[in-house]
């Protein structure tokens, strides 16, 4: 099962927090917008755990078409 990216929280995360130009933040890869994050910020995000699964599943549930377009 291929997991959906959070398309709204990267460009929450690449064009505010990070200020990228739009261009520049549709070049990177998902792994690349992580790493620039975890060098501005200097921490990299915690894993998921069981609980932040859950939670995340009970927010967004399957069947809910969802793109963070609009």
Same mark, same amino acid.
């Given at each position: 099962?291929?997991?959906?990216?959070?398309?709204?929280?990267?460009?929450?995360?690449?064009?505010?927090?990070?200020?990228?130009?739009?261009?520049? %933040?549709?070049?990177?890869?998902?792994v690349?917008l992580?790493r620039?994050a975890?060098?501005? %910020?200097?921490?990299?995000?915690?894993?998921?755990?069981?609980?932040?699964?859950?939670?995340?599943?009970?927010?967004?549930?399957?069947?809910k078409?969802?793109?963070?377009?609009?």
């Amino acid at each position: 099962m291929r997991r959906r990216l959070d398309w709204a929280g990267l460009m929450r995360l690449g064009l505010g927090r990070l200020g990228l130009a739009p261009a520049t %933040f549709w070049e990177m890869t998902p792994v690349e917008l992580r790493r620039a994050a975890e060098g501005r %910020f200097g921490v990299a995000p915690a894993p998921l755990g069981r609980a932040g699964l859950q939670a995340l599943m009970a927010r967004h549930p399957d069947g809910k078409a969802d793109h963070g377009h609009g």
